[in-house]
């Protein structure tokens, strides 16, 4: 059964969205991936349960990964949009972490997928 996913949508260069995901309450290593067409779906910010997170340099500084712990949701924060940002934004999440494995490489390997959900950032 695919994670629920929610929010996002469409912003303006500079602007903020923000994406739920409702995750399983034994999950121990999530994160956020983005496909754009012609691409694949590549991994943009992960969070193990002790809280260490993973961001690739494009979004450093710019997006937020979190967690809430009462509501088993994971959230993703958008700030400072740029229209490279577009793209289908998925949440995956796995029961156990990867230990040396890149975290997002780990998620592709075992991780239970969202829906997926359309981002647009208009310049």
């Known amino acids: 059964v695919p994670l629920v996913q929610s929010g996002g949508g469409s912003g303006e260069a500079g602007g903020l969205l923000t994406y739920a995901c409702g995750i399983l309450?034994?999950?121990?290593?999530m994160g956020w991936f983005r496909q754009s067409p012609g691409h694949e779906r590549d991994g943009v910010a992960s969070?193990?349960?002790?809280?260490?997170?993973t961001f690739v340099d494009s979004v450093k500084d710019r997006f937020t990964i979190s967690k809430d712990v009462a509501s088993n949701t994971l959230y993703l924060q958008m700030n400072n949009l740029r229209p490279e940002d577009s793209g289908i934004y998925y949440c995956?999440?796995?029961?156990?972490?990867?230990?040396?494995?890149?975290?997002?490489?780990?998620?592709?390997?075992?991780?239970?997928w969202g829906q997926g959900t359309q981002v647009t950032v208009s310049s």
């Open positions: 969070m193990d349960r002790f809280g260490n997170t």
């Open positions: 995956a999440v796995a029961d156990r972490r990867g230990g040396s494995t890149y975290p997002f490489d780990f998620l592709r390997s075992i991780g239970i």
């Open positions: 309450g034994y999950a121990s290593t």
